[in-house]
């Protein structure tokens, strides 16, 4: 008999759940190893792409949010997106994470050896990648609220390197900065030249994936007291990166004495920190981003633990791998089997090179993408979102933006020859042997195969929802307090709502109590009694 799986002890609070998903996430990451090359596609036109990066990502964001908070778990949004599509979505993106997930947390540790390099230049990048690993797993198994404290300490430093860029740019703003904004430019083989609005576009797609992450707050919602709340925290989240993030490219544009010289630079903001801190400083800025970067990864590997450990109460695997998933240490609440696991795969695709790395982590975002917008139809459509916890604005013109975007990431993606088609073609393979699991294997199972979450969060995504009353005429003799029906014609209700057959009541359980007047219809007399056969 299989065990029931067991349950996190729900101690997280919302600013918890903040602190570890921005350490995930790490603004300081993004900007110190990402944002490099985001200014130098730009120049003086990447403030104008962050911008654009946040507003494509407001929307992404605002999508999976309302997905999110219907169905928060630590399956993250693969669980959410499948219980607004349906099984086969959940599977498919659960079984291609397995190609991701290892190749995320091993391109943030990696990071670590680039900025340990000024301070211990005799090591090399794949020892220090290992040990980060050992160390990260073996923390991993503290408990989460010890590493909440942990998170927060390190999120603490990297935010202070971040606003000590801005704040140096803000204190020194060059002249002529207009001409900068107004006609921008950027350094191309040692040349001026200007930005046009492929650069732009281009630039804008880097910068939304820079600043995408805000959705692994799920990854912790089934630590939360309050997990119906994470799609308002994803919000603000993204608030907090938007801003983190933003504020040090404004601050090296407006305030670098030569901005040409920062962006031929191989890494553009240590070369504008320079123009103004001595070198012990740059060595503590250095420390500072490599703290960053460990606090990235292990914020990761505590929250990609309990993804993998969802997998396993999903069934996802054969029985004996999925039981061993579930394996928890008692006192710290920590899948340490789930997180062994995460930290094998991440130290196998160590020998792999950092540009296959990111090639192969650019090309998931654009056809996530699509299972969002998909996501937020259907869910809508099916009641099963937008009922409870957070609800999307300006539905539906939140998804159809949605589309606008996926067509405009495909095509920066399809015209980058080096790195961006490749990407998209290898994830579109990925995501189609993901579904021929789902259909080759999963669903041939005796019963097939259907996606589960914690038992609470599972009751609650099946009861009933609260959908809007229509203004159906009432029928003489009859009254019904509080009953709602999904059917559009009060006609295919016989006149009462209590008498929708057995298959509808299934999803749409009425509340309330309704008795028959005096002059009611035949056959039915109240809410328990079933229509006579005529």
């Not at 659960?94 to 230049?121: C, D, E, K, M």
């Not at 089997?337 to 650019?362: F, N, Q, R, W």
Request: aromatic letters at 8%; hydrophobic letters at 50%.
């Amino acid at each position: 008999m299989a065990v029931a799986a067991p349950r996190f002890h729900r101690s997280l609070s919302g600013f918890g759940v903040i602190v570890l998903t921005l350490s995930v996430l790490s603004p300081g990451v993004s900007i110190f190893v990402s944002g490099g090359t985001i200014i130098q596609q730009a120049g003086s036109a990447a403030i104008l792409a962050f911008v654009l990066g946040s507003v494509i990502n407001y929307f992404q964001i605002a999508m999976i949010a309302e997905l999110g908070s219907s169905y928060p778990t630590a399956g993250y949004e693969y669980a959410a997106i499948g219980h607004a599509i349906g099984d086969w979505a959940g599977a498919t993106l659960y079984v291609t994470s397995l190609l991701t997930l290892p190749l995320f947390l091993n391109t943030s540790a990696a990071g670590i050896a680039i900025y340990l390099r000024p301070l211990f230049p005799a090591l090399s990048d794949d020892p220090i990648t290992y040990v980060t690993i050992a160390v990260c797993t073996a923390l991993s198994m503290l408990n989460i609220r010890s590493s909440e404290r942990i998170t927060g300490l390190f999120l603490l430093i990297e935010v202070v390197a971040l606003l000590l860029v801005c704040g140096l740019g803000v204190a020194h703003v060059q002249p002529g900065v207009q001409q900068l904004l107004l006609h921008p430019g950027t350094m191309h083989r040692g040349t001026w030249v200007g930005v046009g609005l492929g650069a732009v576009a281009l630039a804008s797609t880097s910068a939304s994936w820079a600043l995408s992450g805000s959705s692994q707050a799920l990854y912790f919602s089934e630590d939360m007291k309050r997990p119906s709340t994470v799609g308002r925290l994803m919000m603000l989240c993204l608030l907090m990166t938007v801003i983190l993030e933003t504020a040090p490219v404004i601050g090296t544009i407006i305030g670098s004495p030569d901005l040409r010289l920062v962006l031929a630079a191989d890494a553009p903001f240590e070369s504008f920190l320079a123009q103004y801190l001595p070198g012990f400083a740059m060595k503590l800025v250095s420390l500072a981003i490599a703290v960053a970067i460990f606090n990235a990864a292990l914020a990761g590997f505590i929250g990609i633990g309990r993804n993998v450990f969802s997998m396993g109460r999903t069934k996802l695997f054969s029985p004996a791998i999925n039981q061993a998933l579930l394996h928890i240490i008692p006192g710290t609440d920590a899948p340490w089997v789930a997180i062994l696991a995460v930290g094998a795969a991440t130290a196998l695709v160590t020998p792999l090179s950092l540009s296959i790395k990111i090639m192969l982590l650019s090309g998931g975002l654009t056809i996530t993408t699509v299972f969002y917008v998909w996501g937020a139809f259907a869910g809508r459509r099916s009641g099963r979102t937008g009922q409870r916890g957070y609800r999307m604005p300006f539905y539906p013109l939140t998804p159809l933006v949605g589309i606008l975007i996926v067509v405009v990431e495909a095509v920066a993606q399809w015209i980058d020859k080096d790195i961006g088609r490749p990407a998209l073609g290898i994830m579109l393979v990925a995501y189609t042997l993901g579904y021929l699991y789902y259909r080759l294997v999963l669903r041939r199972r005796p019963g097939g195969w259907r996606l589960v979450g914690p038992a609470d969060i599972d009751v609650q995504a099946d009861s009933p929802r609260p959908v809007q009353a229509q203004a159906w005429p009432r029928r003489p003799g009859f009254t019904c307090c509080g009953a709602r029906s999904l059917l559009s014609q009060p006609e295919d209700l016989k006149y009462l709502p209590c008498a929708t057959p057995s298959s509808l009541m299934a999803r749409t359980p009425t509340r309330g109590s309704c008795r028959a007047a005096p002059r009611s219809r035949p056959g039915i007399s109240s809410c328990t009694t079933r229509r006579s056969a005529s």
